[in-house]
């Protein structure tokens, strides 16, 4: 394992889909005890793709992250990470909800680290109701040949693991339940 990255580093989050590297864009690290990380991903982080046998990237038409601030959460060894959106108001940042974004384990180097995103969300309200997005996708990206029927159960067997922690408010990621970008 590499060490754990210094708050304030920038580091590349990089999408890799069978083997071959198809998206990465920088990102600043906010904490990392070694298992878990946190990251921000703020408007403007440019995207660099990378041609892919698959065709192109489904963000191919975005030069940069477009969206609100991010912090991205992850655990070694999940198959999801745990996403707080914040809206830009007057007042300044206001937490919107979190997204776990099912996707692979993360793969660290000392430079960042690899992932690839299967596609299915769920948005978890500040009044904890709960919208799953995209699960469509799980079929989508099987018929074009980028996840197989083995990680499509994988994320499936992910998902009801979330269900569960979530159902027991047992959330590994609540440590950041107060955190908001600094003004």
Known sequence: ?????VPGEVITRREVLHGRLWLEHPVTVVDDDGTTFAV????GSPFTFHDHPIG?????????WGGTTVLQVHR???RYGAWKFFDETPAGPRFRYWYLNFESPIVRDDDGY???DHGLDLIVHPDGRREWKDVEHLHVQRAQGRIDLETV???LEA????VDLLDADDR?????DEWTPEA
């Open 76 to 78: 070694a060894g999940e």
């Open 114 to 116: 690899d992932t690839d």
């Open 159 to 162: 998902a009801d693991r979330v």
């Open 172 to 176: 590994w990621w609540s440590e950041y």
């Open 40 to 43: 921000l991903l703020e408007p």
């Open 153 to 155: 159960g994988a994320v």
């Open 1 to 5: 394992m590499t060490a754990p990255w």
């Open 56 to 64: 192109p990237h489904p963000w191919g038409a975005h030069e940069a």
